[in-house]
């Protein structure tokens, strides 16, 4: 077995563990009162989408394979910032709606939760709620574009977030070998030259 093939099939494994973790979390979420509640305090009323996009995650790498013989090689590790950017900016967005002295919203598991409760509250205090707002938009925009260029997305044809602003790296090609220049033919070695006769002397008549 060759290194590539176990490290695919690592990667599927962590991707079945993954999935496992996003499903206990999307069942917590959907069932408030089960008494493991960790995601819905962390996230509040953005559990539900964080939760499955953890299970999306996984997904993408327990499916590796089959996704490349499908939609070839799209995926890029630029793609999970880009995720990471959109749900910060939706659990920021669910706080920031609440308004001020939102804190006692995640003990009910409303808002953002205990993320979103963090740094809404920070942006509201150095830039007030408006420039706040327009911080979420801004990282709500950069993730969509890298979504847009790092992933499969970039093969649909729509020109509202065109993929020319920034050219997804591409996997390396093995360098070829250096060609050597052809060597001469070994000279073959040369007989000896025959070594010169004697000279006959004639016999005086």
């Not at 093939?5 to 563990?17: I, M």
């Not at 609440?98 to 409760?117: E, F, H, N």
């Amino acid at each position: 077995m060759t290194s590539s093939n176990t490290t695919t099939q690592q990667r599927e494994l962590l991707g079945l563990v993954i999935i496992l973790t996003g499903a206990i979390g999307l069942s917590d979420a959907l069932k408030p009162d089960s008494g493991t509640d960790i995601l819905i305090f962390l996230a509040g009323q953005g559990a539900i989408p964080v939760a499955l996009a953890i299970m999306g995650v996984g997904a993408v790498l327990a499916l590796q394979r089959l996704g490349k013989r499908f939609m070839g090689n799209h995926w890029y590790p630029e793609a999970l910032l880009g995720l990471q950017l959109l749900l910060t900016a939706l659990l920021v967005a669910l706080h920031l709606r609440l308004g001020a002295d939102s804190y006692g919203a995640i003990i009910q598991g409303q808002g953002g939760g205990l993320i979103g409760w963090a740094i809404a509250d920070l942006l509201q205090n150095a830039l007030g709620s408006l420039l706040a707002w327009v911080v979420v938009l801004l990282v709500t925009a950069a993730g969509l574009i890298l979504l847009r260029i790092y992933t499969p997305l970039r093969l649909l044809d729509f020109d509202l977030i065109p993929i020319e602003i920034v050219s997804p790296r591409r996997p390396a090609k093995p360098r070829p070998l250096p060609v050597q220049p052809p060597q001469p033919p070994a000279r073959q070695p040369q007989p000896a030259d025959a070594a010169p006769r004697p000279a006959v002397q004639k016999k005086a008549s």
